[in-house]
């Protein structure tokens, strides 16, 4: 990593607690003065934060493994952010946050279908930043240790869900493998089969909550997880609509 382009903030401030001491955030941004705030409010809250000015530096800084989230500038010199995102979520499901000034409902939309946990529009309060993070970092860490000492697999209707490696494996044992959206929103609708679930909490569930409530981002999701299931998008049987209260799952766990 470039000793110009990147660098570690590791003053731990006075204002940490037991939540985030050991965080170790992944700042990508090409604005040094933006990078430089995130390290300082961010250490402000105990936070160790290591900072990457394009997207080469992000892959270096990735690829030592001590990072554990990213927040995700969209317009960086050598790559959009969202094809960042999508590399990243080819090969990790290290959280992600979207920082960026581009608040279009389109980048937002497809920024989380492309596996961002979290969405956050420039300027930013840095303390809303932290308990985003933080609330992201607590849902992963919940799941990790809720699925340490459980069966690795979850079976229903015809189909089996690999808790280990978050996938789907159909009849014909063909795999089909889900993003980090996909795997929190079936595993919301497992958790509660024949419950009709809002579509606030499905986007809860997904990713955290936002600032703004996108209906049509978690209807996107529902589809793309429907098409993953081989639904008929026309008539799903197992991901039924429910008209003006959300979704609900129509099959049996075994």
């Known amino acids: 990593m470039g000793a110009r382009a990147a660098r570690s903030c590791y003053d731990t401030g006075k204002g940490g607690d037991t939540v985030t001491k050991s965080i170790h955030v992944l700042a990508v941004d090409d604005d040094a003065q933006i990078r430089g705030l995130l390290c300082d409010c ?49 090969k990790s499901d290290i959280p992600i946050i979207i920082l960026t000034a581009r608040g279009e409902m389109t980048d937002r939309i497809v920024g989380l279908e492309l596996g961002a946990d979290d969405y956050v529009v420039k300027p930013f309060e840095p303390r809303e930043l932290v ?11 919940a799941q990790l240790h809720a699925h340490a000492d459980t069966q690795e697999e979850c079976r229903f209707a015809n189909w089996r869900l690999n808790l280990i490696g978050r996938h789907l494996i159909a009849v014909d044992n063909t795999v089909i493998p ?9 595993n919301a609708f497992l ?31 529902i589809s793309r997880l429907r098409h993953k299931l081989r639904e008929d998008i026309k008539e799903p049987k197992l991901i039924r609509t429910i008209r003006g209260e959300g979704y609900m799952l129509d099959a049996k766990q075994h």
């Open 131 to 141: 308990a985003r993070i933080q609330t992201i970092l607590r849902r992963a860490r």
């Open 178 to 186: 889900l993003s980090n959206a996909e795997f929190r929103l079936l």
């Open 191 to 221: 958790a509660a089969p024949g419950r009709v679930l809002s579509r606030e909490y499905l986007m809860d569930a997904a990713r955290g909550k936002s600032t703004d409530a996108f209906d049509r981002s978690i209807d996107v999701q």
């Open 42 to 90: 961010l250490a402000d809250f105990g936070m160790v934060t290591t900072q990457a000015a394009n997207g080469a530096d992000m892959h270096r800084a990735l690829a030592d493994g001590t990072a554990d989230i990213v927040v995700l500038d969209l317009m960086l010199p050598d790559g959009d952010g969202l094809d960042l995102c999508r590399e990243i979520r080819a």
